[in-house]
């Protein structure tokens, strides 16, 4: 008798470890996915080139930002639309390949490549070229992190347009809201019109409002500030405070 009731144990036992074993454990834990992508949507009542910190048009606008990313790789696209006027500065298409090299926990490199197409009276009007935008960042903290972005435009087809940008910001980031502080310097390293100016931004966002499981939205306020230009006929001395409303696809 005791050696009948001994074999029930030792099946029951060996019931209750088959039930915790890993193979019945990964049927129920969901593997990552291979990619994301995200689509931002956003209207402004100024036209506004975030790389660039400066505005570009006084009517209202309508942009379109796209990212795909993979485990080495990434994708993003930038589409603007100048509402009223079909023919501003506000028209134009960013398309770039990128890779981030995570140097620690804290400091990251990304650099892209790609093409930036202006699009005031087709899909590629002259001036459109290869570009270079890279961006390293600094995480100081959870809710704070500092960038810097350098943007090189057109290297290939028309190098005697070249421009260098710089641009600075410190990102402050909780819960929903998001402040940016940055400032902008269109140097003249490399450019051959001698053009420059000096700009400054500040946004204020209330972002991450959740209207379903793969949709949010948010709202904020821009104000900029062209402190200094050498060529107010390429690169006017427009100030002002715009609105934005956004929504968050993914």
Same mark, same amino acid.
């Given at each position: 008798m005791?050696?009948? /009731?001994?074999? $029930? ?5 060996? %019931? &209750?470890?088959?039930?915790?074993? #890993?193979?019945?454990? @990964?049927k ?65 298409? /960013?398309?770039? $390949? ?5 140097? %620690? &926990?804290?400091?990251t490199?990304? #650099?892209?490549?790609? @093409? ?66 940055q ?16 700009s ?41 405070v ?9």
């Open positions: 005791k050696r009948i /009731l001994l074999v $029930f144990l030792l099946l029951a036992l060996f %019931n &209750d470890v088959n039930s915790f074993s #890993p193979g019945d454990s @990964t129920s834990v969901k593997k990552e996915p291979r990619s994301k992508s995200a689509l931002t949507v956003r209207t402004h009542n100024a036209g506004y080139f975030a790389f660039t910190t400066r505005i570009i048009s006084t009517n209202p606008a309508l942009d379109f930002f796209y990212t795909y990313d993979r485990k080495k790789w990434g994708f993003m696209s930038f589409k603007a639309f100048d509402l009223y006027d079909h023919t501003t500065s506000n028209n134009f298409m /960013l398309m770039m $390949f990128r890779k981030t090299f995570r140097l %620690n &926990d804290r400091l490199i990304t #650099p892209h490549v790609g @093409t930036i197409l202006e699009q005031t009276n087709s899909f590629a009007d002259k001036g459109s070229d290869i570009s270079s935008i890279i961006i390293t960042s600094y995480k100081i903290s959870n809710s704070l992190t500092i960038d810097h972005t350098a943007i090189l435009g057109n290297l290939v087809i028309e190098p005697m347009s070249r421009d260098w940008f710089n641009r600075l910001r410190f990102l402050y980031s909780k819960k929903h809201l998001d402040v940016t502080l400032a902008c310097h269109n140097n003249k390293v490399i450019d051959h019109d001698n053009s420059e100016y000096f400054t931004g500040l946004h204020v966002f209330y972002n991450r409002v959740k209207i379903s499981n793969h949709v949010s939205m948010g709202a904020g306020a821009t104000g900029l500030l062209m402190a200094y230009s050498n060529t107010p006929s390429e690169y006017p001395k427009t100030n002002g715009f609105f934005s409303l956004l929504a968050y696809i993914h």
